[in-house]
């Protein structure tokens, strides 16, 4: 199994910027790509940004966060620098560990990210 708790979360107003952190314990050689998804009232949970074992990173389709989020990972800890925030950034964010070893995700527990304007 694998435990992952996010921190980083909160309230900042418009143009600034957070920094999410996640961190991977318990199975650790089980996880490949480490990452981050968003889900915010109403709406379903989309990516926001991946990173590979090997650093690769995969950014949303969107314009939505690329040039503003920057993804980066630590051996077993993947951060979020999110800067620029706007108030459509205003979401639970969810850390996300992929198993290398199975088809199968693991989750965080959230935290909250609220943007006011």
């Known amino acids: 199994q694998v435990q992952l708790v996010e921190s980083g979360g909160g309230l900042v107003q418009a143009g600034g910027s957070l920094r999410l952190s996640c961190a991977a314990s318990?199975?650790?050689?089980?996880?490949?790509?480490m990452g981050w998804y968003r889900q915010a009232p109403g709406k379903q949970r989309e990516l926001v940004a991946t990173?590979?074992?090997?650093?690769?990173?995969n950014y949303a389709d969107s314009d939505s966060v690329k040039g503003r989020f920057t993804i980066s990972r630590d051996k077993n800890t993947v951060h979020l620098q999110m800067n620029s925030l706007k108030p459509e950034d205003t979401a639970v964010y969810y850390c996300?560990?992929?198993?290398?070893?199975?088809?199968?995700?693991?989750w965080g527990q959230g935290t909250q990210v609220t943007v006011s304007s």
């Open positions: 996300n560990a992929k198993s290398r070893v199975v088809d199968y995700d693991y």
């Open positions: 318990g199975s650790i050689f089980s996880i490949s790509a």
């Open positions: 990173i590979s074992s090997g650093g690769r990173t």
